[in-house]
């Protein structure tokens, strides 16, 4: 079973999150820089999920270069994924609308969450499919990066209780982790 | 003819089809907890929609892996049944807008009906044009999962009018019947 | 200069084109029937449309079948062809929104004459690039079908003046005539 | 690594950005010529985006076109275009709205600023990695007409102060300067 289809339509659906986001950015009816104002926390928002989307694409597409082949349960741990990563677009806008309020944080950091679980789950399929000695298990490792964003976000949720700020600061952090791409796959593949 | 467009094509308008549902979940103004609430119904209705979006994109993935070429005849079947798709979002916003109410629930299986139908008459206009003794026809089979779920459909939408939740249980019946993936067509080509 | 990119953009715009004209169906608030009634106009608008770009994706497809390159012209004169078959969504909601009143049947008609001209227009650009005698032009050939969809159209739209439902049944004889597949190109290259 | 899924992204998030500007041109409620006056600002300003997505899909297309590989910086300066050309509906809606109003006019011309800035660093970062003495930087080489850009639109934003249509005028001016095809690139791949 080849995988073209399942990076095509992956791609399609990352493409769409990531524009549709901009239409939470309502065109203002008046033409002055103070309309712009209230759409600074809305901005903000935009700015770090199309991070976040780039992140995910990024690392999807290294991931999916080690893969050899697909079956069932790797086309449904993918799909999985994108439901999580399809509710971005809400959280983001709902974090912008209300100005990085307590809620709406928790719940950003709570999709997030389950985007990094859906995404450890994936690679777990695509290395039982694989096999433990692959090419695909040995660049996919032990995945630090992957479990410290888990324990990043967890720790990020409880503490917006105290400061939503803090929260959103981790979240910032972490995508700044990601930013520095992942050279373990392309090392393992130079190989 | 050959297929890459055609599956290019199906996977943008599914893609789409996919991402679009989420516009249907309208950010809140407020930022508590109380403003999801109302969310409530339209995200288990978004989740349904996104199964069965997931479903006909990987029974889509499966059937056109064992095809070998395409006619017009394919092509309008292949739009026929992009048509029914096409119309789950409304739908599904229907139904969630209206917490399950009894028409709308009814539509829902109309549509899911429709489609059903659509994609077995695309599996037979498939085989008419690759042989009744092609891989393709051997592997579809008697489709016996889609001819019981044209079946669920049918009960369940008289059931709505006595309660509409018996028929939304239906609905997710013959999805968790589907996410069982089609081993079928992955056995004989593995021959 | 290949065509691949050339038609996975065109697939893509035609793909959202298709999917979002379901998105000026507002969902209603009410769950009875009667809630739909104002629907019925818009949807028939819509289901005239989605077969009009159907149609333009099929014509597209056989047309890439037989082309070889892509030079600048032709690269222009397709974008000019989806500039206007992106406007489809608007005419589509207008004339829905308006129960087929006058001036919104002769803009549809307007922007489906501009869009076969594009058409005609992409196909001459394709000609001169391959070659009066090539295989894409041979297939081509007087393309009778575009030239007569264009005269019906500019018949149909001073007609609607008289009666916009007249305009509107010539716009489905249009698709319907095209509905029946373009066999010269499949014939041509089957030789 | 391959060019080909980031080619199919970009595609999809340029296929995206281009066809949801037309959401911006909202059905009107009436059905008479009088109702789509106040679109005429929004339908120019559609256009002229439509054309600016164009010129963007087309030079990218041809700069990929000369490209052998990939690596993390590409990556990255391509989402960063990307950025800035998903901000392009918006600005797109707000001068429209707003028929062509000074800040609007400013900002439309700062997305088209930063995005010509991006298209650069993304010239950069492929010469950097297929080599100064590449067929890819050879094609590129000063890219005078980016150049000239910057330079055009650095200039309209000031002049939009004193009259906004003159700022509006040079971006249509840049516009049909990029409307001739660059043939740097598909001479050099010629030979």
Redesign the interface.
Known sequence: ??KG?????S??????????M????K???????NALIPLAPKFLSY?LS?VYI?IY??NH?HL??AAKGV???I??AN?HL??WL??I??VT??MG??NF????VVFYGGVLWFAGLAYYILTRAMIAHHGQDSLLAEAIGRDTKGLWSLIFYTIAMPLAFFAPWVAASLYVAVAIMW?V?D?RI?TK?RK
């Open positions: 079973m080849s289809r399942l990076e095509a339509f791609d399609g659906v990352l493409a769409i999150i990531l524009t549709i901009v239409l939470e950015l065109v203002p009816h008046a033409a002055d820089l700015v199309f780039g694409w990024n597409h999916w270069q079956n069932g349960p086309l449904w799909m994108l439901f399809s509710l677009p809400f806008g709902w609308e209300n309020a307590l809620m709406p930013l791409p050279r392309e593949l």
